[in-house]
C-alpha cells in the first residue's frame, strides 16, 4: 500500500506542475 501512495503522491505531484505551468 505504502508504495502505491507513494506512486499515486509523485503522479499527483507532476499532475499538478503541469498543471499548474
Do not use: C
Amino acid at each position: 500500500m505504502s508504495f502505491f501512495l507513494s506512486f499515486k503522491n509523485s503522479v499527483d505531484r507532476s499532475r499538478r506542475y503541469h498543471l499548474g505551468t
